[in-house]
């Protein structure tokens, strides 16, 4: 009898580390496996003091149905409070959130707060539908056309794999339907410029930064802009005007990456480049 007790225990023991180890507790391994396996990723992102995070891990995580479901996922596990550059990036509010992103990083959605069994299935199984990213925006979009959210997204996909061209469209829809949310057409605007930074003439390029500027003077990226500005106008060949302005504009340059541009660019024009 005890040897039988004792193999119970054994087996929910082994169980529940097998329950467990299909949670992982790294975003970067998770990106990879899931590039590798072509799958979308699930991130629980919790906190130690949160109630409903618990109920989420020990009651409907576990539920045979939804453990079904979520197999066809990878699955990572974080505590938000150890990730505030996480949080700041999917603009997680609060605890739970359930993340729902492709093997690249990009958002697909998410589930903030109380999130049901039923809620956690029918989320899921929509994403499942379709067999990547675009799809799944494509899908959504088709759903809620007025919505400019989906355009945005799949311009920022679009800009990203390099296809321009398609990158450009979406943002221009993004800001036509947008006109009632300021913050998404200013985002749309400033994504657009980066697409005719890349893709299209250097005078294009001058005078939609040009507008950028004039339409957003309080945006909290004036000063990207600004930047991006003058380096426009150096490739236009206006180097007096981008000297002026890039020299105006580097004091007030807060991130590596900016400064080093803005540097760049100046020396550039020191040499007649």
């Known amino acids: 009898m005890n040897r039988v007790i004792l193999f119970i225990l054994l087996f929910l023991q082994v169980s529940t580390v097998s329950a467990n180890a299909k949670w992982g507790n790294s975003i970067q391994k998770g990106f990879e496996t899931a590039k590798k396996e072509k799958k979308f990723l699930i991130v629980d992102v919790f906190a130690d003091w949160c109630t409903y995070c618990l109920v989420l891990e020990k009651e409907i995580f576990p539920d045979p149905e939804v453990s079904r479901i979520l197999d066809q996922f990878v699955r990572v596990r974080l505590d938000g409070e150890e990730f505030p550059n996480l949080r700041k990036k999917y603009n997680i509010e609060g605890y739970p959130t359930i993340l729902f992103l492709d093997g690249e990083g990009n958002f697909v959605t ?32 088709r759903k809620d056309i007025l ?18 061209d398609k990158a450009e469209i979406q943002f221009m829809e993004s800001m036509q339907k947008s006109k009632d949310q300021p913050l998404v057409r200013e985002n749309s605007h ?7 930074s890349v893709n299209q003439s250097k005078d294009s390029a001058v005078v939609s930064w040009k507008e950028f500027i004039k339409l957003y003077p309080n945006s909290k990226r004036i000063i990207t802009a600004t930047l991006y500005y003058g380096i426009a106008l150096k490739e236009a060949g206006e180097r007096k005007q981008a000297k002026e302005v890039l020299s105006d504009i580097k004091p007030k340059l807060v991130s590596d990456a900016d400064k080093s541009l803005c540097e760049e660019a100046l020396s550039e024009i020191e040499r007649g480049f």
Not at 123 to 129: D, E, G, P, T
Not at 147 to 164: S, T, V
Not at 190 to 196: A, E, M, Q, S
């Open 110 to 141: 998410k589930i903030a707060g109380l999130a049901t069994k039923e809620d956690i299935l029918t989320v899921s199984k929509r994403i499942l539908q379709e067999p990547n990213l675009e799809s799944y925006l494509k899908t959504e979009q």
């Open 147 to 164: 919505n400019p959210n989906y355009h945005f997204r799949l311009g920022l996909l679009y800009f990203q794999n390099k296809e321009y």
């Open 190 to 196: 400033f994504n657009l410029n980066l697409v005719k």
